[in-house]
């Protein structure tokens, strides 16, 4: 075999991550430019997900909707219905953020599995986006809503409000 017939082999392209600045609280909402509110946020992996699924709601509302709406919010409990179009573009962009945001789930049909990656979303939530101690005192009240509602045992609450003591401290 020649030299000319061999394949070279490519080198791998670096994949540059891009750090977008994300306001915690937004800035049409009263949130400042300063530190404590806005961090450098990986625009691919959480940045454009959140926005594309959230808006610009804040952490606890988030942690609300997750709470008290995740049948009628997550995208893929809306594709189960029968009268969802799996193709129109907002709701292919929401599934796409979804599955960046906290992963692709295969089944989704089980009660079980609903509170499992209900769960698993909010602890997302709770580790990147809960910055400052007015939002945390803000999740926090999210969180004791859904437990005196049943939807939260007071183990998981627990757990919340120690991994907010963590990320806050």
Known sequence: MSRKNRRRRSKPVPVEIIKTRHHFRPRSRGGMDDLPNEAGIDDKALHHPYHTLFGNLRSNEVILLLLFSFETFCPYMEKMESKTKDNRRGFIARMRAWDTMFGE??????????????????????????????DRKLVMRALWKGMNENILSSEEFCNYRKTLRARTQ
């Open 105 to 134: 789930c295969d089944n989704w049909a089980p009660l079980i599995v609903q509170r499992e990656n209900m769960k698993l979303a909010i602890a997302k939530v709770v580790k990147e986006f809960v910055q400052t101690k007015e």
